[in-house]
T-cell receptor, first 112, second 113 residues
Framework: EDKVVQSPLSLVVHEGDTVTLNCSYE??????LLWYKQEKKAPTFLFML????IEKKSGRLSSILDKKELFSILNITATQTGDSAIYLC????????????FGAGTQVVVTP | DVKVTQSSRYLVKRTGEKVFLECVQD?????MFWYRQDPGLGLRLIYF???????EKGDIPEGYSVSREKKERFSLILESASTNQTSMYLC????????????FGPGTRLTVT
């Protein structure tokens, strides 16, 4: 059975700290891993990772995939209160009609 | 910009009622999805549709049905609402090309009393 596990489930940090979120997966015929950010509304897309070892970067956020060890990390540097959100990891496979299998999410709270 | 809209942000229904949740997307996407989101469980797929009138069960379809009569609209139906269907319901759509990015609506928080 396919599985996506995120850790930690929640964390509280101070503004300016660096945060590292983990996502490990077991999925048959893996195709891609996606990261979303969810504030009090619709999840918004951050990154899609398909190839191992290639870092994707957007401002203070970056992510990388390790297809050998079956995990991805999402880094947030110099955190701001606006980074407070649930971060969702999802995977898709080649034979799934684009269905996403989500992890439980990591709740990040950034305090001033 | 892709826009996915859902008919209600908040809904309160009684046990046994038939409930309709509507989702509309404006980007001519082939694929549409219904998820429910519960604390500690993440998003779980209820049903998806890869084309008009086509539907497939997701991971937790029991107690739900769907309808897709037009490409832009995907409806989730709770035939007889129960308290364990109290949840946040999220609709998403996706173009059937090579990007797996799904675009989400704002969600409907359904409470069944």
């Amino acid at each position: 059975e396919d599985k996506v596990v995120q850790s930690p489930l929640s964390l509280v940090v101070h503004e300016g700290d660096t945060v590292t979120l983990n996502c490990s997966y077991e999925v048959t015929n893996f195709r891609s891993l996606l990261w979303y950010k969810q504030e009090k509304k619709a999840p918004t897309f951050l990154f899609m990772l398909t190839s191992s070892g290639i870092e994707k970067k957007s401002g203070r956020l970056s992510s990388i995939l390790d297809k050998k060890e079956l995990f991805s990390i999402l880094n947030i540097t110099a955190t701001q209160t606006g980074d407070s959100a649930i971060y969702l990891c999802a995977v898709t496979s080649t034979d799934s009609w684009g269905k996403l299998q989500f992890g439980a999410g990591t709740q990040v709270v950034v305090t001033p | 910009d892709v826009k996915v809209t859902q008919s209600s942000r908040y809904l309160v229904k009684r046990t046994g009622e038939k409930v309709f949740l509507e989702c509309v997307q404006d980007m001519d996407h082939e694929n549409m999805f219904w998820y429910r989101q519960d604390p500690g469980l993440g998003l779980r797929l209820i049903y998806f549709s890869y084309d008009v009138k086509m539907k497939e069960k997701g991971d937790i379809p029991e107690g739900y049905s769907v309808s897709r009569e037009k490409k832009e609209r995907f409806s989730l139906i709770l035939e007889s609402a129960s308290t364990n269907q109290t949840s946040m319901y999220l609709c998403a759509s996706r173009d059937s090309g090579s990007s797996y990015e799904q675009y989400f609506g704002p969600g409907t928080r359904l409470t069944v009393t």
